[in-house]
């Protein structure tokens, strides 16, 4: 499996508050890659050593095959970013931001980009520092999408929009990604929003990634099970306990990773009798993830 | 890319612009009232060029603020950023910058350019006394070399960050007070004068902003 990003053992630190230690990353060519991560844990911050715009301690990245920082120019001349905060020029009317964007980028297609301005409904003429928050996302996605990038690099790109705008942005970007085949990274802290349109998921908090795996493993994989006669220690099992609770009756309630069918046999085997099996939702595996990764004695 | 970039500084900075065009263009005719033909001796002359030449401090003055002013505009959409989006443009660091500072100083050319033809309307309307010489294309010459340099170092340090910006003004501060310590001690160590001129008398880069600053001279 080729990857469009590749990160290992990375290093980065800004001020005593805040490092990112060991990161290692690989987002494979063609996926829509959802990276997960509650406010503060170095999604945004990840995202820019990515793009070569902070340079990190060390560590190796390599993005569309090139080694960033070295190579950062010719890979963002195949990127398309959207980063968290607007930082487009705020005096520049539509048209001259799209002018000024489109001069940087060879691969620029003008007619989707004109076709795009009718589809988001945003005003040629309008100043970008009056438009409203929903208005400037679209013209960032609409950047990002124009330039007919290999790999889309989104940073909350939804946040703070309204549902209406959220879907026609959500459809922009799924549309280009059929026609295009284009690696798509995503980073978002609206679990739902990536459940629908992720193969991948990576999780991190406080500058590590927790975990990364297809989206399918991590939704199938997450359970709670309900337990009788829990047995005191939990011992070698075939599966990761994330968490584990009384509950009424003296039995007890299981967070799991890497459960499969068969893995049933391990309770009989320590005496204990498996009562329930229920699926966890992404945002209940990613808290109880989270939880753990926290907690690890709990 | 050149275009786009020198479009948004356009932009960015066309009323200020407009202000130093008519600064530019009215200093040189400003300058040259008084000055009559109708003089006969040398002290009439002397007094003449007296005054032509207290005029003369204006004109290093503005090409100063005309290279603070277009540097500062160069950087102030970019701070306000944070950069993230110049550096996501897909070229170098220092191709960004070298358009960037290309850009402004093509705008410079705006006021010397409209201060040329001021002086040269100046010139073209007063009738010069015998023995006085306009020189309307050196000043101007002159103007905007002193602008570039002018803007080539307030571009430089405002490219960097408030805390570049906090060193240099440090540095600065440190200089003076040293200066302080060593006059009141009383020690016969002259410090800051030395080091002022070598940067006022050539090669010193402000040397430029010296001398006389003369539309009309002998």
Known sequence: MSHAVEIHDLHYRAGKSFEIRELALNVP??????????????????????????????????????????????????????????????????????????AFYRTWDWKWAEELVGAFHLDRAAVL????????????????????????????????????????????????????????????????????????????????????????????????????????????????????????????TWVVRGWQAPMHQYFEGVGASLRDVVDLDLEEGFVELLRTFREPTR | ???????????????????????????????????ESAVHDYWQTEDMLSSLQSWGLVYPLLAAAVGLGLALISWS???????????????PRWNYVLLRFSAGACLLAVPALTLWVGALVATAATALPAGLQAYPTILALRFGLAAFVAYSIFFAVSAGTNKTAGYVLAILG??????????????????LQPLLLRLVFWPGPFEIFTGRWMLFDV
Not at chain 1, 49 to 72: D, K, Q
Not at chain 1, 175 to 200: G, K
Request: aromatic letters at 8%.
């Open chain 1, 29 to 102: 060519t063609g996926s829509m890659y959802g990276f997960l991560g509650p406010n503060g844990a170095g999604k945004t911050t990840t995202i820019r050593l990515m793009l070569g715009l902070l340079r990190p301690r060390s560590g190796r990245i390599v993005v569309l095959e090139g080694e960033i920082p070295r190579e950062a120019p010719r890979v963002l001349a195949r990127t398309g970013y959207v980063p968290e905060q607007p930082h487009l020029y705020p005096s520049l009317t539509v048209a001259e931001a799209l002018r000024f964007h489109a």
């Open chain 2, 77 to 91: 959409a970019d701070h306000r950023g944070k950069h993230i989006y110049a550096l996501s443009l897909p070229i």
């Open chain 2, 1 to 35: 890319m050149f275009k786009a970039i020198l479009y948004t500084q356009w932009k960015w900075s066309r009323l200020p612009l407009l202000l130093m065009v008519f600064a530019g263009f009215a200093l040189p005719l400003v300058s040259a009232q008084g000055v």
């Open chain 2, 174 to 191: 440190a200089v003076v007070v040293v200066q302080v310590f060593i006059d009141a001690v009383g020690w016969d160590v002259p410090f």
């Open chain 1, 129 to 252: 520092g009056r438009l409203s928050k929903g208005e400037m996302g679209k013209l960032e996605m609409l950047l990002a999408l124009a330039q007919r990038p290999e790999l889309l690099v989104l940073d909350e790109p939804t946040d703070g929009l309204d549902p209406v705008v959220r879907r026609d942005v959500l459809t922009a970007l799924l549309e280009y990604v059929s026609q295009q085949n284009a690696t798509v990274f995503i980073s978002s802290h609206l679990v739902h929003e990536l459940e629908r349109i992720c193969d991948w998921v990576g999780v991190m908090d406080r500058g590590r990634v927790v975990v990364e795996l297809p989206m399918h493993s991590f939704k199938n994989g997450i359970k709670r099970l309900r337990i009788a006669n829990a047995p005191t220690l939990a011992g070698d099992t075939p599966f990761v306990v994330l968490a584990r609770e009384q509950t009424d009756g003296g039995a007890e």
